[in-house]
């Protein structure tokens, strides 16, 4: 079976409302169409590559791509993981967490976006937890780092929520105009001290070589 070779497949994370996992072809198809169908207001652009100002088709499309671009190019040293965020069955977002050396690092980023019409639910903070949890409860990260415009509110909500801080700025060109990246970092022990929403991952073990997690350092985890 495919999950064999890639384990990954078969990793799933659920809090109360949600899951996370990577989707089916039919299931990815339905998430292109929710992008397609916008994330954002169009007089707000919350990306660094504003990939959302193309025509739907095209947005799907690049949503498609990038899922299995990611996959492609997925390595134990460096890697980025997409997760389809389902609602009662219905996708509603795409979450991902990547990180390089992590063995070395210790360190994961985040993004996310959720539909337009699946906006001001808590699906954001609750699907965002749930990367966390891998990272900290799964993978023995000491650091989660995030970044986000200061015009993009719901994203800083949700950061401090979840117990994030500041972490400096950073200077970017966006459109041939200067933006203003806000950088957030959250400890482990910041990150236990926020902890609301439970978390419960299924098929790791089998996963931890491909985010490159020693053999030794493995064996020993519960």
């Known amino acids: 079976m495919l999950v064999d070779h890639f384990p990954v497949l078969g990793l799933r994370l659920t809090t109360p409302r949600l899951e996370l996992r990577l ?39 690049s949503v498609i791509q990038r899922h299995w671009q990611q996959l492609g190019e997925w390595s134990p040293d460096r890697w980025s993981l997409d997760l389809a965020v389902f609602r009662d069955g219905v996708p509603v977002g795409r979450q991902n967490i990547r990180a390089r050396e992590l063995a070395v ?10 539909g337009k019409r699946h906006h001001g639910q ?38 401090r929520k979840l117990g994030y801080r500041p972490d400096g ?6 459109d041939g105009t200067l933006a203003i990246d806000q950088r957030l970092r959250l400890t482990k022990a ?29 064996a020993a985890r519960p």
């Open 105 to 114: 690092t210790r360190e994961v980023s985040t993004g996310s976006w959720v």
């Open 122 to 159: 808590g699906i954001g903070t609750e699907m965002r937890a749930a990367v966390l949890h891998l990272a900290f409860a799964g993978l023995g990260a000491q650091d989660a780092v995030s970044a986000a415009f200061p015009t993009n509110t719901a994203s800083h909500a949700v950061s």
């Open 23 to 61: 989707p089916s072809d039919a299931e990815l198809s339905a998430l292109g169409e929710l992008a397609g169908a916008g994330i954002h207001d169009p007089d707000e652009m919350p990306f660094i590559v504003p990939w959302t100002t193309r025509p739907p088709a095209e947005v799907a499309r």
């Open 169 to 174: 700025i950073e200077r970017l060109v966006v």
């Open 190 to 218: 910041d990150w236990e001290r926020h902890r609301t929403v439970p978390v419960t991952i299924e098929g790791l073990d089998r996963c931890l070589p491909l985010f490159g997690i020693p053999t030794t350092e493995a």
